[in-house]
């Protein structure tokens, strides 16, 4: 089975990336293949003031099976973006995002806001695929409402002509993150597009979910159950050792990410592109991290990591009152310390 992490805003960055592509090389089924996805960043913001968004493009050596996902409405600002990408960074697909229902976004015609005038957006598609050679994939939604579905199958049949791949999250606009997932209109398209890649995008609740559900599809991406569950891509249940030294392991290559990202922004040059860290130099910078032997009381990653954190110990006995107690704890030493004693109180 062909199984991907979902892009999600401050979720799939490189940290974590990393950590789910370790546990399903450690637990995967032998026949499965993996995907990740970057966090979405706005095209518009990359070409007119990138160091705001360039983090969003950090990535190893390891996680290299990861396509890069942008979002905007402005033609030339997506060419723009999706071209320097492919010129200066070794991703191996560039996607656009027309999923996010956000009302705000919806205004400024872009994400979800593409599907109002799909005339544009087709134009939008031959553009991009035609400027760049990497291979491009579009992620959306069934449409706006219910009324409106047979007409985005029908534009989706139309997109298939400038894309690779299509991620379907099968709920309309309206029905936001609600409802169930329209599995037909999946299948259906699937039927229609033999020669297009199709995913199968959210409300995935396990990896054996995923295998009942694939049926004709090409690939399953799970969503928000995969926060703080890298497991979800592998048929592997983790113990609570398990999860607690994956919690460690990942709170601390968070923190090497950003040390690396803050060194590298201060060198960043647009015209050669933002400096990668090589899973080595990560992996040794964690474990220095690890033993103290560098200052990080200034790094915001330990704050950033409770939305993985509060995930990871979803289960575990007295969960409430640990997780009471972590945002009390604004650096790494003293997040550490609050997770040990936690731990150390259960075991």
């Known amino acids: 089975m062909k199984i991907c992490l979902a892009p999600m805003d401050w979720v799939t960055d490189c940290a974590y990336r990393i950590i789910c592509k370790q546990i399903f090389q450690t637990h995967w089924n032998v026949d499965d293949e993996l995907m990740l996805w970057t966090e979405f960043m706005s095209a518009d913001w990359y070409t007119h003031n990138p160091s705001w968004v360039i983090k969003h493009l950090l990535k190893s050596d390891f996680d290299h099976e ?40 919806m205004k400024c015609a872009a994400w979800s806001g593409m599907l109002k005038d799909k005339q544009k957006t087709l134009s939008i598609l031959k553009s991009i695929s035609s400027q760049i050679d990497l291979p491009f994939s579009l992620k959306t939604r069934i449409w706006l409402t219910q009324d409106d579905i047979q007409e985005q199958f029908d534009f989706l049949l139309e997109a298939s002509k400038y894309v690779h791949l299509i991620s379907v999250h099968g709920r309309t606009y309206k029905q936001s993150h609600s409802w169930d997932v329209d599995r037909n209109f999946i299948y259906k398209l699937k039927e229609q597009l033999p020669d297009t890649l199709i995913i199968w995008n959210w409300w995935l609740s396990s990896y054996q979910d995923c295998v009942t559900k694939i049926n ?74 690890s033993n103290n032997t560098i200052n990080v009381d200034h790094c915001h990653a330990p704050i950033e990591f409770r939305k993985y954190l509060f995930r990871y110990i979803n289960g575990f006995p007295n969960n409430k009152a640990c997780k009471k107690n972590i945002p009390q704890a604004r650096n790494y030493k003293d997040l550490k310390k609050t997770l040990s004693n936690y731990f150390d109180s259960i075991s």
């Open 66 to 105: 990861t396509i890069a996902q942008i979002f905007w409405w402005n033609t030339d600002s997506l060419i723009a973006c999706a071209v320097d990408i492919q010129k200066k960074y070794s991703y191996s697909w560039i996607e656009l995002n027309m999923w996010c229902p956000s009302p705000k976004i």
């Open 216 to 289: 004709n599809l090409d690939w399953m991406m799970p969503a928000q159950r995969a926060i703080g569950n890298p497991w979800i891509l592998t048929p592997y249940v983790p113990t609570n050792q398990d999860v607690i030294e994956t919690i460690f392991k990942h709170l601390d290559l968070s923190v090497a990410c950003e040390l690396h990202f803050k060194q590298a922004i201060q060198n960043y040059d647009h015209s050669h592109g933002l400096e990668q860290p090589t899973y080595e130099n990560l992996q040794h910078l964690a474990k220095d991290i």
